[in-house]
């Protein structure tokens, strides 16, 4: 060990580094330098909050609040939580050990039975749901007390990138599980056999393509959604919960892997395995419909048992076929041809799909998958599709929402061609598109695609001077679809349309992790500019503002970042050189700041006086110095 002179102790052992304390009074002797040291014992799986070394001279080492707890608390220059490391049952040793990332916590090594181990990891917040038991405290995870399907498909990753059969083991579904889903005993018995060939199987995969899976990194994961086999269907003593046809993509250099996972099973808050992983070009070892189909749930006292149309069966095993072809297609050719077949066979499921929601699940996959291939020049044919596909849905009477989905995916898309053509008539275009939103919110008032167009309406409305007008729809958006994700910046820009002459408030952290609030601003004009990476208008603005700044300077500038990704915006203000704050929050264009006003289109500034209220909303670069000399005179 070594002995620093507050009588601080780094003890090291073979699973993690673990802060312990001496005599009591040494609690009050630990740095921030020293308690920054230590690291989360799964650290190359968890993303958290690192101060640099002049940060770290900023930040703040503090005892826990509650007067029980032993330990420290970490804060950076904002106040935010890096970390918290507590002795919780009053032994004067560490064991929780709390780690943070921009103010949340996101992992934990936990000593749940106090002997200087950590014998369990927990992930938070944005770094998934995770629950790992660490039985004999060697540093690795020995078994899930929590795992999503999404986290699944990650582990598989890493254990194909490593050859790791152990690492796999543990994402199998048990012996005590497999017991205790529900499953009769005959699906029992045949699980059991499968898992004991996924094993094998496993570390032949893994050894084969060891090449392949070099520096392997997971990148998606793909399944249509979850299903559930009802109590007593084939014999289930409960209801279960499956996934079907579970994909993961994963990145080996500049290769995108495709690899099949079969079907996983939900044990309590776990999910699990029963297949070992196959390359997608190889064929699928799992069926498509084989969990759900014939059984006792479908027996009838009169007619005998129902089983699944062979028709019907073939499309969905055409559709996993034609969805593998698409990751192997390189030319446009190859491309236009599978995305033919698939929209031929995609509708074809729709319209076979005996229940309502299998018509609006496939329906949707349909209207995603044409519509993203006509937006990237793979399916030129994708609008005359759409538009066959919503006859063929009307003629065959099938159900409302699966109708106004596809025929709002139509609109959309008919506009996009005609904008893209340059023979065509934008204004004339634009107004016919406009008409045909509007008929859609009057034809299918309740759908769920009706926020979104509502929300260009008010855009349309607001953009064209119609004040009144805009104001109605965003009021029918906050009141009629009050939890729809459009709801929260309908009512900013209500708020925004009536806020001029009326105080402003915005308070709101910066890239930097600093508090700015406009009140401290006090008998200055603040401009408040709205901007994201991806908006080029916005960003050359920004020499225009510098210069405008640098000519009144009773003129403060606070910028608010409207990208998703906090490290991007980061990068985006550096590179400008902005010199005047940038507020970001969580959400982007779409919630946070930017919705608290309800901003819409991007660039966008509000002009605030010099007591705090606002002058315009609709202030531009142009514009600017002219509203500035109107209030100097």
Known sequence: M??????????????ITVLLCLPCVAWSQVTVKQALALAPVQKGDVTYSVPSNEEQDACTISFPRDSKLGGWVVKDPAGRLLRRFLDTNGDKDIDLWCYYLDGFEVYRDIDSNFDRKADQYRWFGSQGTRWGVDSDQDGEV???????AEEVSAEIALALRDQDSARFNRLLLGGNELASVGFSEQKVQQIRARLDASREAFSELAARRKTLFNGAKWVHFGGLRPGLIPEGSEGAKKDILIYENVAALVRSGTNDIQVSLGTLVQSGPCWRLIDAPELIDSKSSTSFASWYGGGESGNDPETGPTTINAGYQKLLEEFQELDREIA?????TEKVAVYTRLAETTSQLAIQAESAEDTLNWSRQFADTVTAALQNGDYPDGLASLKDFLSRLKRGGKDAAAIALVEYRYINAEFGAKLADSNADVADAQVQWLAQLRDFTEKYPTDENVPDAMMQLAMSDEFEGKREAAEKWYQSIATKFSKSQYAGKARGAIRRLDSVGKPMQ????TLGGETVDINDLGGNVVLVHYWADWCDICKKEFTQLEQIRNAHPRLKLIGINCDNDLQAARQAAEKAGLRWPQLHSTGGYNSGLAAEMGIVSLPSMILVDQAGKILSTTVTASTLERELNSISK
């Open 142 to 148: 020995d078994s899930w007390k929590r795992i999503s």
């Open 2 to 15: 070594r002995k620093f002179k507050s009588r601080f102790v780094l003890r090291y052992t073979t699973t």
């Open 506 to 509: 915005l308070r709101g952290r």
């Open 328 to 332: 192997r297609a390189n030319t446009v």
